[in-house]
């Protein structure tokens, strides 16, 4: 039998210890988030301002001369910090994903400046970028800042680091239970209670900070009269298999798009970015009203759902520029604009049902909200997430079960399409040279065995585990197994083992690969 170590029941103040750190990480987090959304808002104000008195005034030249040069500034600017640090591209979360991984080193406060200011030069003049990615970027900078602050290394260190994630998100959408479970199930793909607990102390204290800042409307405030009947959710089946076509479709665009401009544009990856900022012009004098991340939106549609025509040319502006704008590897996320593009897939789904006679009208605010949850849960490949965030975002909790249905339905068409996780698919697309300060260094690595798992019922003794790791101990509910041979995994565990901190990823990956060739093999057999 396993040896049992039974944890102390006093005096184990190691979990306050780290609610009371992640807390800490959260407060700060949430100021630093709301100045970021702040000066976003502001300058996205500005620059609607700006196109939409150039179409109203007489033609000056003088006036688009001055326009064009301040983009091509911006764009000089912002390509400047590229080029100086690579990593404030994009998102900026499969960076903290792969940070959590163990599979690269960054500076944060290289991080945290450069993303701040080139996340605001990016996304305030109206390109179709999110402030989410940059937003749990900035957390993870904050939470690894004040590790290394602390002198915390290893676990304790990531921890701070998902802390930080999950309270930037919560602060981007006043949304701390989403910006929490984000985390776990898309980021750090870990369940253990001392994750959820500094995660969820991270996103509370910046949700504090935010609502004072920004007040208690939730960030997508849409109201319906009626919610759907059991008798059209047929309709949510339909739908979802939209969505879920439809997200694939943005998977293989925006994976394909670095490609593309490298060779349509042959321009340094760093100064890509002058392409969507030149290209803004045009899109920001025909269409003031859809610059930026497509909050305004949204919103929008609670007061008027444009017509089928309408929708239609939105959608494709929508879809494009963002990928135009993401793909140039500008700090800005694509969270929001997915969710906007949910949003629009909804309205014309419903708009078309209502003209077959087939959805009242009075449901199509409802398949605008749904659908925007099932967009992101099947490009995301995080139904949890995604419900969560839209029930907080919009701020109603009864919808619960239709945006369930919607979401599993998106998730299912992609994953049997094979796709991915996106920012998954786009940690794979980067390469991390390995530093020096990560070679050399012990680590612990958590694996979970989750429910279906190949590595359930199976002897330690059995498996053969990766070389570059030794099983140091298995944590099962509260208490903690030293295994030896004759150890017994069972679901619901959670392996922890031993690593060089530079091959932390390199093992996650042959454990994975070991759960899957057991899995064939055991069906090979049946």
Request: glycine share 12%; hydrophobic share 50%; aromatic share 10%.
């Amino acid at each position: 039998m396993a040896r049992i170590v039974k944890r102390k029941e006093k005096f184990d103040v190691t979990r306050l210890r780290f609610v009371l750190l992640g807390l800490l990480v959260g407060l700060l987090t949430g100021a630093v988030v709301s100045a970021f959304r702040y000066f976003i808002e502001i300058g996205l104000r500005a620059s609607r301002h700006v196109y939409g008195n150039l179409r109203v005034e007489p033609f000056v030249w003088w006036h688009w001369v001055l326009l064009i040069a301040v983009n091509l500034i911006l764009a000089g600017i912002v390509a400047w910090m590229l080029k100086k640090e690579p990593y404030i591209s994009g998102s900026g979360i499969p960076q903290v994903e792969g940070q959590l991984a163990g599979e690269l080193e960054m500076n944060w406060w290289a991080i945290f400046w450069r993303k701040f200011v080139g996340g605001v030069l990016a996304i305030a003049p109206g390109l179709f970028l999110g402030r989410e990615g940059p937003s749990i970027q900035l957390g993870a900078a904050v939470g690894q800042g004040l590790a290394g602050g602390f002198k915390l290394r290893g676990t304790d260190r990531r921890l701070l680091i998902a802390s930080g994630a999950a309270a930037g998100l919560a602060a981007a959408f006043n949304a701390p239970i989403a910006g929490t479970l984000f985390v776990l199930e898309e980021v750090y793909h870990n369940f253990s209670p001392l994750v959820w607990l500094t995660a969820l102390a991270g996103a509370i204290g910046s949700n504090f900070i935010s609502l004072n800042v920004f007040g208690l409307v939730p960030v997508l405030h849409i109201s319906y009269s009626r919610s759907l009947p059991i008798s059209i959710y047929w309709q949510l089946i339909i739908l979802g298999i939209i969505l879920g076509l439809l997200g694939y479709l943005y998977q293989r665009v925006l994976l394909a798009m670095p490609r593309w401009y490298q060779k349509l544009t042959k321009l340094p990856r760093a100064m890509q970015g002058v392409v969507p900022f030149i290209l803004l012009i045009a899109v920001g004098y025909f269409t003031p009203n859809l610059l930026g991340g497509g909050n305004s939106l949204i919103i929008g549609f609670g007061h008027y759902v444009p017509s089928l025509l309408a929708l239609l040319g939105i959608f494709a502006v929508r879809f494009i520029f963002s990928m135009i704008s993401y793909g140039s590897g500008l700090p800005g996320g694509i969270f929001l604009p997915i969710l906007s593009l949910g949003a629009i897939i909804g309205a014309i789904y419903g708009v078309i049902m209502y003209k077959l006679g087939l959805l009242p009208h009075v449901y199509v605010m409802n398949l605008i909200i749904f659908s925007m949850a099932g967009y992101f849960a099947g490009i995301g490949k995080a139904p949890f997430t995604a419900i969560l965030l839209v029930t907080e975002m919009v701020g109603n909790l009864t919808h619960l079960m239709p945006l369930a249905v919607l979401s599993l339905t998106a998730y299912l068409v992609v994953d049997l399409l094979g796709g991915a996780p996106i920012y998954e698919a786009l940690l794979e697309q980067m390469t991390f040279p390995k530093t020096v300060a990560q070679l050399h260094r012990p680590d612990r690595l958590e694996i979970p065995v989750f429910v279906g798992s190949a590595l359930n019922g199976k002897l330690v003794r059995d498996l053969p585990w990766p070389k570059e790791a030794l099983l140091i101990g298995i944590r099962r509910g509260e208490q903690e197994v030293i295994p030896h041979g004759d150890t017994l995994i069972r679901e619901g565990d959670t392996l922890v083992l031993l690593t060089d901190s530079a091959q932390r990823a390199r093992v996650k990956r042959r454990i994975d690969a070991l759960s899957a060739a057991l899995a064939t093999a055991h069906k090979t057999r049946v």
